[in-house]
């Protein structure tokens, strides 16, 4: 199993929407692949409840069979549509891909 985490840093408004807004929508859309995208096994966005500054605002966790899966879900429509709204609102992204096993 791999793990596939994503973090963002957004923007205070965008896209007609304030910093909140946009977690929100955020966090709809993105908990909704996994009816959509086969290969995504789960998903779940979290926010960040902590205000150093630095710091992430909020970070998705997906999970899939192989690093194949994380492309053919990259190249997904639905997965497409959330990024491209969420490059316009973000001012960081950070992501990173590892291996799991049964005990994690």
């Known amino acids: 199993m791999i793990r596939h985490i994503v973090m963002w840093k957004l923007k205070e408004y965008a896209q007609d929407r ?6 929100h929508y955020i966090k709809e859309k993105m ?8 290969c995504l096994l789960s998903m779940k966005v979290y926010f960040n409840i902590n ?6 605002d909020a970070v998705a966790v997906s ?3 192989s690093l194949r899966d994380i ?7 639905a997965h497409k549509y ?6 316009l609102v ?5 992501s990173v891909d590892y291996a ?3 005990t994690d």
């Open 51 to 56: 205000d150093k500054p630095g710091m992430y």
């Open 18 to 23: 304030t910093k909140e807004e946009n977690l």
């Open 90 to 94: 973000r001012d960081g992204r950070a």
């Open 71 to 77: 492309t053919t879900y990259r190249l997904h429509p």
């Open 63 to 65: 999970t899939f069979k």
């Open 82 to 87: 959330i990024t491209e709204y969420i490059a």
């Open 100 to 102: 799991v096993d049964d």
């Open 31 to 38: 908990e909704a692949l996994p009816d959509q995208i086969d």
